[in-house]
C-alpha cells in the first residue's frame, strides 16, 4: 500500500467523522481508528503463524505460541477491546491469540495448531523477544 493512499484513508477518516477504518489489499491491510476523535493510523501485516513445541518444564501445556519477532506483546487489539484468548478458552488454527508491535508495526499472531489455552506468559505491554513463550496451549 502506497503512502498517498494511506494519506488519503486518514484524510477519510478525519472528514468522514467515522470511529474506524480497516482496509485489506491482498496481504496487506490497514487499520485507521479515531479514539477520543483524533486520527490515529495503525498498519498491520500480516498474520504471522509462531508456535513451537512446549519446553520440557511446561509439563501439561502440548505447545507454546511462540514471538516470531522482538517488540511489545498486547493481548487485545486496543486497551478498552476484550483481549483475543483468555485461560480455558479454545484457540483454532489460524485464529489471532495476540499482537506484537514492532517498529510501530502491529503484526497479528496466530496459532498453529488447536488447544485449550492454559497460560498467557506475559502481561500486556510486556516487551518481548524472538522465540520467547507466549501463549501455552494445553
Given at each position: ?7 488519503k ?18 496481504d ?25 513445541p ?26 478498552e ?16 491469540v ?19 489455552c ?6 500486556n ?14
Amino acid at each position: 500500500m502506497d503512502l498517498r493512499k494511506i494519506k488519503k484513508l486518514i484524510e477519510l477518516v478525519e472528514e468522514s467523522g467515522i470511529a474506524e477504518l480497516e482496509v485489506r489489499d491482498g496481504d496487506e491491510a490497514i487499520r485507521i481508528a479515531r479514539p477520543g476523535g483524533g486520527a490515529t493510523p495503525v498498519a498491520l501485516q500480516p498474520a504471522a503463524p509462531a508456535l513451537q513445541p512446549a519446553p520440557p518444564s511446561r509439563g501439561s501445556a502440548a505447545a507454546v505460541v511462540a514471538a516470531p519477532m522482538a517488540g511489545t506483546f498486547y493481548a487485545a487489539s486496543a486497551p478498552e477491546a476484550e483481549p483475543f484468548v483468555r485461560v480455558g478458552d479454545r484457540v483454532e488454527v489460524g485464529q489471532v491469540v495476540c499482537i506484537i508491535e514492532s517498529m510501530k508495526m502491529m503484526n497479528e499472531i496466530t496459532a498453529e495448531h488447536a488447544g485449550v489455552c492454559s497460560e498467557i506468559l506475559l502481561d500486556n505491554g510486556q516487551a518481548v523477544e524472538s522465540g520467547q513463550a507466549l501463549i501455552a496451549l494445553g
